[in-house]
């Protein structure tokens, strides 16, 4: 069965560090989304990807978030000063086009120190 | 504005006892689609299932049931006979289906569930 695959699945980094996500999204998915969750806290909506673009984005995505689809598999979520509070789980999502189900990747555990 | 209440943190109980998670949701759209997602204490996110705003037909899985009704702006889940391998976070989530909006989702804040043998 096809999945949501992220790399890597722990990454420490130094406060001010630039870090990039990477997300290969199910094949003939469409739409792309990167979500974060804060330990022990809900699940926040990042940003959602389509044809080429930004399609949404949340208050959380300021000018220090970037995404960008490389290449025709990889999805990538760019911090590009870390900060404390950006210590999370990162998940990317994708969904087939014509369809409203979201299937997640297993996530990324973000450390900023 | 769209929001998503799960008020109960968490719940504990012993195997095989039949348990209920509470969802309430707020919403202006007309049309909207309803999720539940389960995070194993492994940290993924798994989709359960999947409701849209016409559809209060209630719906069995095995073990599990959702019950849907406008009226009251809710959305349970309802697990019988729990097992131990029930023990999670279960997330409650809303998205709009209006044209041009991408379904982004709005989750609940999670109740975690501790089923114990």
């Known amino acids: 069965e096809p999945e949501v695959t992220q790399t890597p699945s722990h990454q420490v980094t130094q406060m001010g560090q630039e870090v990039i996500l990477r997300c290969v999204p199910i094949?003939?998915?469409?739409?792309f989304y990167w979500y974060r969750q804060i330990l022990g806290q809900k699940v926040e909506f990042l940003v959602s990807f389509y044809n080429n673009e930004i399609s949404e984005k949340s208050e959380i995505f300021d000018d220090q978030f970037s995404v960008e689809r490389p290449d025709g598999s990889n999805f990538t979520l760019k911090i590009r000063s870390t900060k404390l509070e950006d210590s999370a789980m990162y998940f990317c999502?994708?969904?087939?086009?014509?369809?409203?189900?979201?299937?997640f990747g297993p996530g990324t555990r973000l450390t900023v120190l | 504005a769209q929001k998503v209440t799960q008020a109960q943190t968490e719940i504990s109980v012993v195997e095989k006892e039949d348990v209920t998670l509470d969802c309430v949701y707020e919403t202006r759209d007309t049309t909207y689609y309803l999720f539940w997602y389960k995070q194993p204490p492994s940290g993924e996110l798994v989709f359960l299932i999947r409701?849209?705003?016409?559809?209060?037909q209630n719906e069995i899985s095995g073990r599990y049931s959702w019950n849907f009704q406008k009226s009251t702006s809710s959305f349970n889940f309802t697990i019988t006979a729990s097992q131990v391998v029930d023990s999670a976070v279960y997330f409650c989530?809303?998205?709009?289906?209006?044209?041009?909006?991408?379904?982004?989702?709005?989750f609940g804040k999670g109740t975690k569930l501790s089923v114990k043998p």
């Open positions: 409701r849209n705003s016409f559809d209060e």
């Open positions: 999502a994708s969904k087939a086009g014509g369809t409203d189900t979201q299937y």
């Open positions: 989530a809303l998205s709009e289906a209006r044209r041009g909006s991408q379904g982004n989702l709005i």
């Open positions: 094949s003939n998915h469409l739409y």
